[in-house]
């Protein structure tokens, strides 16, 4: 009665709708007939899939009798009498048995419906999932402006959704290949509309405060700060595992964008066709970029660096440091562009190279840069490292500088005056040096300047090595080649072979002139080492010898470097550099202690051949000078009789006695009044 007295309700509110109750009483006869047709419809189907159904049951059935037959008769016949032998229960032992078995049609009919029911089944999951993945990215992308934070749900219900079939894929030996794709894909390209779509509503609040010209403190930043947040949160909200196994972390987005507008001015000035974009003048480019971050400096320090410290998702990062990360990319994009052009220009690479290292210290020196993620234990490489982290661009800049080095070292060996003592050059008490031994000491502190700035210890081993080593044992190798000749010309058996005229001779190495010679030697041999001893113990050498240690002592004991940062070409050259090490360092040693050592040897030697020199000098005048003969004889004689005794002796230690320090010339003259023996 409910339901009519609604009905009536509904169609006669009021007494004069009485009027048209013919015409629904007609409505309803109409209806009620067609669904009466529609019933009889459906009951004539109905009959008709029950009699179908009756019908394949009934096969069904005889079937299923069928089986149970066979089964019967295949049981009775794969039974076995009891001998001990068992039964046999495989196809495999009843065809050993010559049992023939005949599987049923209807199985194989089964099987092929049940794998297409379970294709079918796949591919229904595949459209449900696709059709998820649409709903998902079109929730996201409504809701994005209004509702940042539950756009991110939905596209971490997407990543969770990619994940899950990701990991079911693998299970089934990447059966869902390329489902798998295009969720990532799906997945991506929903973040970079979202960014997008964030990013777009954000660049008018830059108009507003008059970026990317340098902002006044005065501008409304409501709008601003509002964008800044939203894309924070965007960015920082979801909680992307992948980013956290990236090399480097992704710059603050909001950043990106705003270096948009100057990424742009960098690629019209530096990257086009203007008279700026000169690769002969990289500090063009980089005293720019150090203008940009010095322009917007005061907006970073205060109102972005406010934002980033009320943000709970940034509070410990610092704003100058995040722009200059954002905005890095542009240098190393001009940095990728030009280096390859400058192979065959090594003057520009090098001074590319000189002025990329400049932007590095500037960096650092001026705004205390260092890339936010850098374990604590790592310097940053700077933009130096990233470009020559190529090896081939490394090998080139120091093949380069290589062969720039030795031709100076070159010119300095066979200048007329290389050789020449210079008696001003230091004090009254020390060695007077060579010219060539001066130059060659400037010549290695230019390229310990032109290394010093890098802070791959690799490259630094390298330079050292290639370049500074070779030149220190090039220049050792000439000092002993030089007294090698004067062994060989004073020797016996060395006059007899040298081939040299007895007067030639006699001018070479005989008298002052052997004792100038020897001098040279002595030298230049005590400048250079008198220089390692001191560059060893500059904090940089101590650092790079503290380091070459620890490294070298686990490449020995591990058999590989332990750095986890250490790349191939890395190991590598660690491995070369551990080679030329001895087993052991000293714990208070120095990177140059072995250079050190070698020149200490030479510089002995020529004192060795210089008193050796001396004795021989002074026997030639004990036979031919009655008065020094008589003197060097007397009890009474001393270093100063001798030294006054006769011209020539004289003249040889009067040399020795501006020529070396006070100490050397007396530990000389000792040494030779006590080899007296006459």
């Known amino acids: 009665m409910g339901a009519v007295t609604e009905y009536i309700n509904e169609y006669l509110p009021t007494f004069d709708a009485l009027g048209d109750l013919d015409n629904i009483v007609s409505s309803l006869e109409d209806q009620r007939s067609s669904l009466a047709t529609q019933i009889q419809e459906l ?81 229904k999951r595949y459209f449900v999932t696709l059709e998820e993945v649409l709903v998902i990215s079109e929730q996201a ?81 409501v709008g601003f700060i509002e964008g800044f947040n939203k894309l924070l949160e965007f960015q920082f909200l979801y909680h992307d595992e992948d980013s956290e196994r990236q090399k480097a972390p992704n710059p603050i987005i909001a950043l990106s964008v705003m270096v948009e507008p100057l990424d742009i001015r960098f690629r019209y000035h530096f990257e086009g066709t203007r008279e700026t974009n000169n690769i002969s003048r990289p500090e063009w480019f980089f005293q720019h970029f150090q203008s940009t971050i010095e322009e917007h400096e005061q907006l970073m320090q205060t109102v972005v660096q406010g934002i980033l410290e009320q943000s709970e998702y940034v509070s410990n990062r610092e704003a100058m440091h995040e722009f200059i990360y954002a905005y890095l990319p542009c240098v190393r994009r001009k940095l990728e562009a030009i280096i390859p052009r400058l192979m065959s220009e090594h003057q520009l690479l090098s001074h590319l190279m000189l002025e990329t290292m400049k932007f590095d210290d500037f960096l650092r020196d001026v705004y205390l840069f260092r890339p936010y993620g850098l374990p604590d234990d790592q ?42 003592v210079d008696f001003d050059a230091v004090g009254d008490n ?11 000491k ?75 010679r020897l001098c040279r030697a002595y030298g230049s041999a005590y400048t250079i080492r008198d220089a390692l001893k001191d560059w060893g113990e500059d904090i940089f050498f101590l650092e790079l010898y503290q380091e070459l240690d620890t490294r070298a002592a686990q ?26 090490l001895p087993d052991t360092l000293d714990d208070d040693g120095t990177i140059f202690d072995e250079v050190i050592k070698a020149y200490d ?46 011209a020539q002796v004289s003249e040889m230690l009067a040399y020795l006695s501006r020529a070396l320090s006070e100490t050397s010339f007396a530990r000389i003259s000792r040494t030779l009044y006590q080899s007296f023996n006459f």
């Open 43 to 123: 009951q004539s189907q109905i009959n008709t899939e029950c009699d179908r159904l009756l019908s394949k049951s009934d096969a069904i059935l005889n079937q299923v009798q069928d089986f149970r037959t066979n089964y019967s008769q295949l049981k009775s016949r794969l039974a076995v009498p009891s001998n001990g032998l068992g039964r046999l229960n495989s196809p495999s032992a009843a065809a050993a048995a010559g049992v023939v078995i005949e599987r049923p049609q209807f199985l194989d009919q089964l099987q092929r419906l049940m794998d297409k029911l379970q294709r079918f089944e796949i591919a």
């Open 141 to 221: 992308k409504k809701s994005i402006v209004k509702d940042t934070r539950s756009s991110l749900d939905k596209f971490n219900q997407l990543s969770e959704l990619a994940k899950s079939v990701n990991l079911q894929s693998h299970e089934a030996e990447d059966s869902a290949g390329y489902l798998v794709q295009y969720l990532e894909e799906s997945r991506d390209e929903l973040w970079k509309d979202l960014r997008e779509s964030l990013a777009s509503e954000f660049r008018p609040s830059l108009d507003t405060i008059g970026w990317p010209r340098q902002v006044s403190m005065d501008a409304d930043f």
């Open 379 to 420: 310097e940053w490489q700077g933009v130096t490292g990233d470009i020559m982290s190529r090896s081939e661009w490394f090998q080139s800049w120091l093949s380069i500088e290589k062969d720039f080095a030795l031709a100076r070292y070159q010119e300095i060996i066979d200048a007329p005056d290389a050789w020449v």
């Open 430 to 440: 020390e060695p007077k040096p060579t010219k060539s031994s001066l130059r060659l």
């Open 442 to 516: 400037d010549l290695l502190e230019t390229i310990s300047d032109r290394y010093r700035p890098l802070r791959s210890f690799v490259h630094r081993v390298r330079f050292l090595l290639d370049i500074q080593i070779a030149i220190l044992d090039g220049y050792h190798k000439r000092i002993s080649a030089s007294l090698d000749a004067f062994e060989s010309l004073t020797s016996t058996l060395g006059k007899a072979m040298s081939g040299v005229h007895d007067e030639d001779r006699k001018k070479m190495v005989d008298g002052l002139a052997g004792i100038e």
């Open 555 to 580: 490449f020995r004991r591990q058999g590989a470097p332990k750095a986890p940062q250490s790349s191939s070409s890395d190991t590598t050259e660690l491995q070369k550099i551990s080679q030329q």
């Open 601 to 646: 040897a030479v510089q002995s030697r020529a004192e060795g051949l210089i008193i050796k020199h001396l004795q021989r000098e002074v026997q030639k005048v004990y036979k031919t000078d009655k008065v020094f003969r008589q003197s060097v004889k007397s009890k009474e004689a001393d270093a100063e009789e001798i030294y006054n005794s006769q």
